[in-house]
C-alpha cells in the first residue's frame, strides 16, 4: 500500500459528502438541512474538515460566508469525486423509474418550464412516483460553471447559449417568434406592419446585460427603439399585454399557452424573425449515468409529443 492511500486510510470519506454540501450552500445550517444532520454535526465536520486541510475553508464575510481562494478549487474535484463513487457504487444496477428515487436539479428558461418541462412531469406523475425535479429559472446564462461544480445535472437552454462551452449538447425542441398583442388593441387591424411596430408601445425583453432573441429583429430591420416597457420574464411579457396598446414578440407555443386566458391575438411579424431551438446540456460525466440518459430520455418523448 503506498504512503497516499495509507494516509486515506485515516480519513472518513462521508467527510465528502459534508464537504460538497458546505462548498455549495456556503452555510453551516443549510448545509446540515441539505444532508439530514443537525448544526452542531455539521459544525463537528466543518472543524474536522479545516483541520484536514489546514484551511479555513468558510469564512465570514458581513452576514454571509465565503469560500476561501482553496476552497474555491475544490469544489470541482468534490463533485467530480463523488459522481464517480455514485457510478462505480451503481455500475451494476440499472436504473427502474417505477421503483427508483432521484432529484434531479435543472436549470431552464420559463419558457421552457412552461412548455416542455410542465408537461414532462404531467406525463411522470404515474410511471415514476420516486423523480423528483428541483428548477431554477435564474442564472442560465451561466449553466456551465453550476454543471461543472454538480449544482444542476441538466440545462435546457437556447441554442446560442450551448453552442461553444465544450459540454454535450443535443437539440430537443424548436419555435418561432410571433407578434402578439391584445385582441381588443384598437390600433391594430387584420395585419401588423411595420409602421405599427415604429408606433405603437413595445414591449421587450433584458436578461442580465443580454438583449433578448424577441428583440433582435427590431434593430435587424431598422426598427431601432428603446422599450417602452421592459421585463425579465417571457411568461410576465404574455400576461402584460392584455388591456394596453402594447406589441411584443413572443415564443408562439408559449403564446398560444396564455392565448386565451389573456385575450391574446397571435400575428405574423412584418419582419424577420429567427427561429428557437432548445437544447439540452449536461456534463459529461453524466453521459452514462443510466437515470440521467433516462430523464432525458423522457425530455425528448415530451417534446415529440408536441409535435412541430
Keep these: 500500500m503506498t504512503a497516499e492511500r495509507k494516509s486515506l486510510s485515516n480519513v472518513d470519506l462521508n467527510l465528502l459528502l459534508a464537504l460538497e454540501a458546505l462548498l455549495q450552500e456556503r452555510n453551516v445550517s443549510r448545509a446540515g438541512e441539505r444532508l439530514s444532520v443537525t448544526q452542531p454535526t455539521m459544525s463537528g465536520a466543518l472543524a474536522r474538515l479545516r483541520r484536514l486541510f489546514d484551511d479555513e475553508l468558510l469564512v465570514r464575510a458581513g452576514r454571509t460566508m465565503q469560500l476561501t481562494p482553496l476552497a474555491e478549487t475544490l469544489a470541482l474535484p468534490v463533485a467530480e469525486i463523488l459522481t464517480q463513487i455514485e457510478r462505480t457504487m451503481g455500475a451494476t444496477r440499472s436504473f427502474d423509474p417505477r421503483t427508483d428515487a432521484r432529484t434531479f436539479k435543472l436549470v431552464a428558461t420559463d419558457y421552457a418550464l412552461l412548455v416542455l418541462i410542465r408537461p414532462t412531469l404531467q406525463a411522470l406523475t404515474h410511471s415514476a412516483p420516486g423523480i423528483r425535479l428541483q428548477v ?3 442564472g442560465f446564462t451561466g449553466y456551465p460553471s453550476l454543471l461543472q461544480r454538480g449544482e444542476i445535472d441538466l440545462a435546457i437552454v437556447p441554442e446560442p447559449l450551448s453552442r461553444s462551452t465544450g459540454m454535450p449538447a443535443e437539440p430537443v425542441l424548436d419555435d418561432r417568434f410571433v407578434a402578439v398583442v391584445w385582441r381588443q388593441n384598437p390600433d391594430v387591424g387584420k395585419r401588423l406592419t411595420i409602421e405599427h411596430l415604429r408606433r405603437l408601445p413595445y414591449l421587450g425583453y433584458r436578461f442580465g446585460s443580454s438583449t ?19 421585463v425579465e420574464s417571457f411568461v410576465l411579457g404574455a400576461h402584460m399585454i392584455r388591456g394596453t396598446r402594447q406589441v411584443t414578440f413572443l415564443q408562439e407555443r408559449l403564446a398560444k399557452l396564455f392565448q386565451e386566458t389573456d385575450e391574446l391575438r397571435l400575428m405574423k411579424p412584418p419582419i424577420r424573425t429567427p427561429a428557437l431551438t432548445e437544447t439540452m446540456s449536461w456534463h459529461p460525466r453524466n453521459s452514462h449515468d443510466p437515470a440521467h440518459r433516462w430523464l432525458r430520455d423522457q425530455i425528448h418523448q415530451t417534446a415529440d409529443a408536441l409535435g412541430p
Design 136 to 138: 431554477r429559472t435564474t
Design 212 to 230: 433578448s432573441m424577441a428583440d433582435q429583429p427590431l434593430h435587424d430591420h431598422t426598427v431601432t427603439r428603446d422599450p417602452d416597457t421592459l
